[in-house]
């Protein structure tokens, strides 16, 4: 068994043959091409195979990232979104997704439906970038995704911080 990184790519070393190579669908995702793969291996060759899927029923969840320079919780007029946060979901069934804020601290994150049932709530965690601490809510809690949901305001208040070193014996 192969497990896939962050990039969606798993790495198998097999012998010479012919395998069939295949892949699990995480919850509400469906295949985009043949699966299995038939695949195969002469002495010393190396092979590239694709297996797409996606959120077959879905909707997306959205808001901006923020430095609160009030500390109030609430992305106020003059508040600058801040880049390169992670803002993340994982599925019941370990399956994480993620986006990073771009250059105006906004992101969009699609997630699969899950409600109906609604009987597994999501939870999004924003991890900051560098320079930043997380706010009093570091999760938004409970998110529930109905079929082409556009749900938005979902957003994350942040601190900014400096370090300042003095040297004692100066």
Known sequence: DAVTDDNGVASLFLQT??????????????????????????????????????????????????????????????????TGATVSCTLPDSTYLYALTDKFGQYSLTLPVNDPPKNSPFTLVCTPPAGYASGSHPTISPVWVKLNDKLTGKNFALGSFSFTQIDVDE
Do not use: C, Q
């Not at 190579?21 to 509400?28: E, N």
């Open 17 to 82: 043959g012919t395998f069939k190579v295949s892949a699990a669908l995480p919850d509400s995702f469906v295949f985009s091409t043949t699966n299995p793969l038939s695949v195969t291996m002469t002495n010393g060759g190396t092979k590239t195979g694709v297996i797409g899927m996606y959120i077959f029923d879905s909707g997306t969840v959205s808001g901006t990232v923020f430095n609160d320079a009030d500390n109030d919780g609430v992305l106020d007029a003059g508040e600058k979104g801040v």
